[in-house]
């Protein structure tokens, strides 16, 4: 994605005329489809998959999983991408993150590269911080203590991992349930908590795999608006795979449709980065009809279309 769309002009005051310009620059110099990656604009590399298929098992039992998948995330100065990966069940979604992830058993990558940060992956990483749709918490811990749990790992002092966690339960709105076990909280409180023990450990790249599937609808967008927030602030590239087109194109600024048997990327899309939030944004027609598009085109297997048609009345509006 090119640097236009990312000024801090652009991004600090969020006027809806400045993002139109911007993504007009962004969608005329992006391809849309997989085989034409954005243009790299001389940046770093943060994340490449290579023509990656991994199968599972061996002889008649072998079943490809995903198939010569392949894209660019570059690095952008001072801000992250957000990736939004759709697709339907058993495409490969979960595999492509946990593949990323450095994850066994879709880590390692049955043919293909996977490459983080300019390297191999060769693994888990710090760099890399996974969020899963299984909220991962320790029963035994506190919500502090769980927030704080990398930071122990990693040999961070008592007193200044429990600062650090507190400042994070404060941020994901769960002041005054510190001292709670996860069996006192509702699933939404958990995925807060989740969330914080990931981005506490400032990943550069966070992957969450359909983060918000079992929220009901007023916490998911809540949660939305939170992630969206916490991400300006830290400025990690994130990854999420969501069932839902409204959360892709409402979070994403890239949504990344996949097709199954096999598990394949079909097109890469553009969409605006959100400047309101998601209650508003639902009630814009262009909202509306780019994700309708979406969905039509994952229900009916379209093959990559180009630019989703919303986005123009969005920009000419
Ligand atoms: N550990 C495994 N062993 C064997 N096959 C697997 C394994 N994990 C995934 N698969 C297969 O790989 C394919 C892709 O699975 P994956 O979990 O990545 O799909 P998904 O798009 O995340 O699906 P969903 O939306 O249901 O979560 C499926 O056919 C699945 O059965
Ligand atoms: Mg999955």
């Known amino acids: 994605m090119p640097e236009e769309k990312r000024t801090p002009a652009a991004d600090a005051n969020g006027k809806a005329d400045d993002k139109a310009a911007a993504i007009k620059a962004s969608a005329a110099a992006t391809p849309a489809t997989p085989a034409e990656p954005a ?14 298929t991994k199968s599972f098992r061996d002889g008649a039992q072998m079943r490809v999983a995903i198939q010569d998948i392949s894209f660019v995330v570059h690095d952008l100065p001072n801000v992250g991408e957000l990736v939004a990966i759709v697709g339907p069940s058993g495409c ?3 595999t492509v993150l946990r593949m990323l992830a450095g994850l066994r058993p879709h880590f ?14 060769t693994g888990p990483s710090a760099e890399r911080g996974m969020v899963d749709q299984k909220y991962s918490l320790m029963p035994h811990l506190t919500v502090v203590e769980n927030i704080a749990f990398g930071l122990k790992l990693r040999g961070v002092p008592g007193r200044e991992r429990h600062d650090r966690a507190t400042e994070w339960a404060k941020k994901v709105g769960l002041e005054g349930n510190e001292d709670k076990y996860p069996g ?4 939404g409180m958990q995925q807060r908590v989740s969330i914080a023990a990931t981005l506490i450990l400032e990943p550069k790249i966070l992957l969450m795999d359909e983060p918000f599937g079992a929220l009901d609808p ?10 969206i927030q916490l991400w300006r602030e830290q400025q990690s ?18 949504v990344l449709r996949m097709a199954a048997k096999p598990g394949r990327l ?27 598009e979406l969905l039509r085109r994952l229900e009916t297997d379209a093959p990559a279309s180009g630019e989703l048609p919303g986005l123009e009345k969005w920009r000419t509006q």
Do not use: C
Not at 109 to 115: E, F, L, W, Y
């Open 39 to 52: 243009s790299p604009a001389g940046l770093p590399e943060l994340v490449r998959f290579e023509k990656v």
């Open 92 to 94: 490969g979604k979960s």
């Open 108 to 121: 390692p990558a049955t043919n293909g590269s996977v490459m983080a940060l300019g390297k191999p992956v």
């Open 184 to 187: 006192e909280l509702s699933g």
């Open 218 to 227: 007023k916490i998911r967008m809540q949660m939305q608006e939170l992630l």
């Open 237 to 254: 590239t994130v990854f999420i795979v969501t069932h839902s087109m409204e959360e892709a194109v409402y979070l994403g600024d890239r």
């Open 266 to 292: 079909v097109e890469e899309l553009q969409v605006p980065r959100p400047d309101v939030p998601p209650e508003v944004m639902r009630k814009k027609p262009w909202f509306n009809d780019l994700t309708q």
